[in-house]
């Protein structure tokens, strides 16, 4: 009996605490950005990288619709099917904000309700609103684009794709 409790006693700091401690240290050390969060610290924190938020002013890119609210506790989507009437009232309505020719992307909620990132054309379709919001020139506003865009991964896996916040921190300290 007592070989059995040094045993389990053993076994709960070796996988209890040991084990997880290591790990930990170790996901810090090599790791740092992405195992604190990713978050962006400007004179005060202002969000993650890794987590959508939303904008509604005029003068900043507005990130994809969220089926949660932005609230990173109930990450998920809608369950919204393609014959949901609720579904089609949402991108009607939708689409009466964007206008007809709006991308897909900006009419329909993401998959968990908190992606950080849009694609390119999507950021370059908001181009006009921001730019006279800001009242400065439409080319300003589409070379901080082309500057936040980031590669598809290998070359050609994806799209083309712009991190929302950065984008617009970028904005903020180019254009005071």
């Not at 400007?42 to 987590?51: A, C, D, P, T």
């Not at 909620?109 to 400065?136: H, M």
Request: proline share 6%; charged share 25%.
């Amino acid at each position: 009996m007592r070989k059995l409790v040094v045993v389990y006693c053993l076994l709960v700091l070796l996988t209890g605490l040991f084990y997880p401690l290591v790990v930990t240290g170790l996901s810090d050390y090599f790791f740092i950005e992405k195992a604190s969060g990713s978050f962006i610290y400007k004179k005060r924190w202002v969000g993650s990288k890794l987590i959508g938020q939303k904008f509604s002013k005029d003068g900043y890119f507005w990130s994809r619709p969220s089926a949660n609210e932005y609230d990173p506790l109930a990450s998920g989507g809608s369950n919204l099917g393609p014959t949901s009437l609720k579904l089609k009232e949402q991108v009607e309505e939708r689409k009466t904000k964007w206008g007809p020719d709006a991308p897909v992307e900006l009419l329909y909620a993401t998959g968990s309700g908190l992606d950080p990132y849009i694609t390119a054309p999507s950021a370059y379709f908001q181009v006009e609103r921001v730019a006279k919001a800001r009242n400065v020139d439409k080319e300003i506003v589409e070379g901080l684009i082309k500057q936040s865009t980031v590669s598809p991964s290998l070359g050609f896996i994806g799209r083309p794709i712009v991190n929302v916040l950065e984008l617009n921190l970028l904005l903020d300290e180019q254009l005071k």
